[in-house]
């Protein structure tokens, strides 16, 4: 397979003289050979792809385990098999924006769900073969019809709301000279904007993935990608019979999920970025959190604990628990549990480290962080019923749930490069969160599934340690 460059993913780490690698996500430790770790050596130095069948043995799974991620040279995507399929329900103004934007080099089925004016949106794409509903079937429905009526070995989904540049699909299309990658996905940005809406949506868009690129799977750092814009082999989608036809919310999720479940790979390429237009009012927004949430019972009735709203080890979850039900004496108790488990890293990393206490601290206190992060996410996404009803009871509660809903989004504030003054961002974003919330709780009573509602807890704290030949 052709493979021009490579990057080791930023969160890896070298110990033991470059033979022991630290990172990936979900966080691991490899052991690697002295020739193993010479080879690492060389790809983060240089970039390029050392040749040998024992270099691909390694390189596939640094891969695998999101410990170092392809970066093919893009190709001239006019030479590609490629069929552009975008579903619509009455976006005139936008479909004829990214017509405008793809122009004719590639095949294009527009699928018209069902939309008020069909002869606009006939006149919006006047490059496309449109397919009519003459009654609206879900975007999951309008994809498979589009994709069937299309002969080409690569599918191009792009919703109608997307504008791309004219070299999107350069990037992408270089991935497919790997036969295990079956899908791709550009990054999805929010354009620049003036409103509040709009500053807030330019940095804090549900789909944009962010610039790091790297393989989706589910529980890892990029767990999905959406399809408002992803190329997808036909294969792939023949073999899943494409898109579920039933779920209205969540079937792209769903869709890359049962890629990954059936051994293809999927990945993030952030090199390509096109632009998605946000919703135009803060009603719209809410009324787009709360269906993104409702999806995510029946998400889980089909991928069972991939969408807990926190993954956490039990001792993260003691760490932070016991203040809340024992106050100062639990604070203490937490921070035993914290530093115990802290040390008990030690013995797993003596010997594949430089520093194994040193660095069982620093993975301990990471871990621990981190944690406290996502338990408090799952505060105001998933738990905020639960957190208010505590708060009716308890003064620990009443100031812990303060803390959860106002410090991350404070975070956020600080590291995102947002224009927004602190107050309204803050404000957006824990309206943001508990519209999530609302939707949440909506699909538990719709589904009858309160799973969806449970952390996913892990046993003892550490790494997963792997020996790549």
Not at 205 to 228: H, I, K, M, N
Not at 324 to 336: D, E, L, S, T, W
Request: with cysteine; hydrophobic share 45%.
């Amino acid at each position: 397979m052709l493979r021009n460059s490579i990057a080791i993913d930023a969160s890896v780490r070298s110990h033991d003289g470059g033979r022991t690698l630290l990172g990936g996500s979900p966080l691991r430790l490899l052991r690697l050979t002295d020739a193993g770790a010479a080879l690492v050596e060389t790809v983060r130095a240089t970039g390029q792809t050392p040749t040998g069948e024992a270099a691909a043995r390694l390189l596939s799974r640094l891969f695998a385990t999101g410990v170092a991620h392809p970066v093919p040279a893009p190709v001239a995507s006019h030479q590609a098999d490629v069929t552009i399929v975008t579903p619509v329900l009455d976006d005139v103004e936008g479909l004829a924006a990214m017509t405008a934007a793809v122009g004719a080099v590639h095949p294009m089925i527009v699928v018209d769900d069902g939309s008020r004016d069909a002869g606009a949106i006939a006149a919006a794409a006047p490059q496309a073969t449109i397919a009519r509903n003459e009654v609206a079937t879900g975007p999951g429905a309008a994809r498979n019809r589009g994709w069937r009526a299309a002969t080409s070995d690569l599918i191009a989904f792009l919703d109608a709301d997307v504008v791309p540049p004219p070299d999107w699909l350069d990037p992408l299309l270089a991935h497919f000279d790997d036969a295990t990658v079956a899908a791709v996905a550009p990054r999805v940005a929010a354009p620049a904007g003036t409103s509040v809406l709009g500053r807030y949506e330019q940095t804090q868009s549900p789909l944009d993935l962010g610039p790091e690129l790297g393989r989706v799977q589910p529980r890892t750092r990029l767990a999905y990608v959406p399809t408002a814009a992803l190329v997808v082999r036909r294969s792939a989608l023949e073999e899943l019979d494409g898109f579920d036809e039933t779920m209205l919310v969540g079937e792209d999720v769903d869709f890359i999920w049962r890629l990954h479940e059936a051994g293809h790979g999927v990945r993030y390429e952030p090199r390509s970025v096109v632009h998605h237009r946000p919703r135009a009012t803060w009603r719209a927004i809410v009324e787009q959190r709360m269906a993104y949430g409702s999806a995510a019972a029946q998400l889980d009735e089909k991928h069972p604990g991939d969408v807990a709203p926190a993954e956490v080890n039990v001792y993260s979850l003691g760490a932070w628990l016991l203040p809340v039900i024992f106050g100062r004496k639990g604070a203490i108790a937490g921070a035993v549990v914290a530093t115990g488990s802290a040390a008990a890293l030690r013995p797993k990393l003596h010997g594949r480290v430089d520093d194994s206490t040193a660095v069982a601290i620093q993975l301990g206190g990471k871990g621990h962080f981190f944690a406290g992060r996502l338990l408090a996410s799952a505060t105001t996404r998933a738990w905020a019923p639960l957190a208010i009803a505590a708060s009716l009871f308890s003064r620990r509660a009443r100031i812990a749930a303060a803390l959860a809903t106002i410090v991350p989004a404070a975070m956020r504030w600080r590291s995102a490069p947002t224009t927004l003054d602190p107050v309204r961002f803050v404000g957006a974003h824990i309206a943001d969160d508990l519209a999530y919330c609302a939707g949440v709780w909506k699909g538990v009573v719709t589904t009858r599934n309160p799973r969806v509602l449970l952390p996913r807890l892990s046993g003892i704290p550490g790494v997963t340690t792997k020996e790549p030949s």
